[in-house]
């Protein structure tokens, strides 16, 4: 009984050595270089995802004439990873605003019933989840 009432108050037993302690030192934070590492990492997920194919490569102004008047800002995943791999982010923040503006624009082009729409809700899901996943947001 007394075992119980120690329980039931979240006071440990300390007779009971054999449970493990967690250690309550503090991680340290990811330093920049490590964080964009994590992103490439993300960034292949988004690539490799079905969802990710209307956003692999730069739109093409001759299928769709009137995209960049519409969108002064695009972006896709392609020109994140040239980003990505000519060191040209700095923070990971940066990073993560610019996969952020490709659902922006998509958002903004497609009705929400077009298939590049859909898809860019399901792609930019798996992105936060990834974010998460990795404790970057």
Known sequence: KQW????????EDPQNTSRSRRSTTPKRPLAPSEKLKIGQKILEHLQED???WPFL?????????HYYTIIPN???LSTVEKKLRTNRYRKFET????VELIF???????????????????L???FHQKLDEYKLR
Do not use: I, S
């Not at 922006?104 to 399901?122: D, E, I, S």
């Open 124 to 126: 930019q899901r798996l």
């Open 74 to 76: 695009p972006m896709d």
């Open 57 to 65: 490569y730069p739109v093409d102004g001759d299928e769709v004439p």
């Open 95 to 98: 990073f993560q605003e610019d």
């Open 104 to 122: 922006l624009n998509c958002f903004h082009f497609n009705t929400t019933k077009a298939p590049a729409h859909r898809a860019g809700v399901k």
């Open 50 to 52: 079905e969802n990710g």
């Open 4 to 11: 119980y009432q120690r329980r039931v108050r979240g006071v």
